[in-house]
């Protein structure tokens, strides 16, 4: 297991060239601390779309990643920078892109498969700083 500090988080937030954005939506659970981070970095809207997958032991707790609660929010013109924590199979992000169908949308995780990856030579499972 690779641990992560925010610090070393925080400073490759710093190297990274994201594009403009006006709103950040993390995918909860588990891409709401990274969610945060961004949007505090990027001075801009933070909102959490609400999807479950995995079970806190990363195991599927679903056969595919369910919509907890419906998003109805007004996004059209807006640009978004989707987030979540791993993006290993990308079927997480997948179904939260489903819901923003239609907007314009670039998707970011701290490891994995994305258009923005902070971490993309970590290939190991990671301990963040914010989970126990």
């Not at 369910?66 to 199979?89: F, P, Q, T, Y």
């Amino acid at each position: 297991m690779v641990p992560l500090s925010f610090k070393q988080i925080t400073e490759r937030l710093k190297t990274i060239d994201f594009p403009e954005v006006d709103v950040v939506i993390g995918i909860g659970s588990g891409g709401v601390p990274a969610a945060t981070m961004l949007a505090y970095h990027l001075d801009t809207e933070l909102l959490v779309m609400t999807l479950n997958y995995r079970d806190e032991k990363n195991n599927p707790r679903y056969n595919e990643p369910k919509v907890l609660e419906k998003a109805n929010w007004k996004l059209e013109g807006k640009r978004i920078l989707l987030v979540d924590d791993v993006s290993v199979s990308g079927k997480t992000m997948e179904a939260a892109l489903k819901q923003l169908e239609g907007l314009n949308v670039k998707t970011c995780a701290m490891k994995g498969k994305a258009e923005f990856v902070l971490f993309p030579e970590i290939k190991d499972c990671v301990k963040w700083p914010w989970k126990p």
